[in-house]
């Protein structure tokens, strides 16, 4: 059974960056896909992108190309998105869940506050 | 990108009684690959359905999808008290993957 469990809560300034974690155990990490999804009050959820371990290169929808990182490293089961570019529309919660198209499971989230 | 639109917004239901919760797509999705999550407060998103009918072996048989295309429907039988919360559809036939905004049950 996967469980992902992220790093904890972030304030950031605007124009900063902000590293979010997600630490997989169970199954055989690398070999499924790790997706990115925020969640904020006005856009809803969004996908932010994707990552397979073991191969990885990362996919991103175009609206975050550039802004977003996404990397893995297997010795530690854990995968990071980037966001650099901070706004305030950026605040909203993270999720890492495993998939690429349907999502199951997810992590438990992580606050990202971008304020001054 | 496919735009999903969910309708109602709010649901008003009482315990035992359906919900019928309708996810509605701005252009066909592709083999019918949409997904429904289930959200309590406080919570991550949980999968209940793939492939628009397919249930999880987690999710209770009362939840059932259907749908094709266009349209697509989450129904729920008799409704128990932890089913209060909020529905989210989800496409993933088509890049990027796209949610709905969400229908929320409440309790009446």
């Known amino acids: 059974q996967v469980q992902l469990v992220q790093s904890g809560a972030e304030v950031k300034k605007p124009g900063s960056s902000v590293k979010v974690s997600c630490k997989a155990s169970?199954?055989?990490?690398?070999?499924?896909?790790i997706s990115w999804v925020r969640q904020a009050p006005g856009p809803g959820l969004e996908l932010l992108g994707g990552i397979i371990p073991m191969f990885g290169k990362a996919n991103y929808p175009q609206k975050f190309q550039g802004r977003v990182t996404i990397t893995a490293d297997e010795s530690t089961s854990t995968v990071y998105m980037e966001l650099s570019s901070l706004r305030s529309e950026d605040t909203a919660v993270y999720y890492c869940a495993r998939g690429h198209d349907s999502l199951d499971p997810w992590g438990q989230g992580t606050l990202v506050t971008v304020s001054s | 990108e496919i735009v999903l639109t969910q309708s109602p917004g709010t649901l008003s239901l009482s315990p035992g009684e359906s919900a019928t919760l309708s996810c509605r797509a701005s252009q066909s999705v592709p083999s019918s690959f949409l997904a429904w999550y289930q959200q309590k407060p406080g919570q991550a998103p949980r999968l209940l359905i793939y492939g628009a009918s397919s249930r999880l072996t987690a999710t209770p048989d009362r939840f059932s999808g259907s749908g094709s295309g266009t349209d697509f429907t989450l129904t729920i039988s008799r409704l128990e008290p932890e089913d209060f919360a909020v529905y989210y559809c989800?496409?993933?036939?088509?890049?990027?993957?796209?949610f709905g905004r969400g229908t929320k049950v409440e309790i009446k």
């Open positions: 169970g199954g055989t990490f690398g070999s499924y896909s």
């Open positions: 989800q496409q993933y036939g088509g890049s990027p993957r796209t």
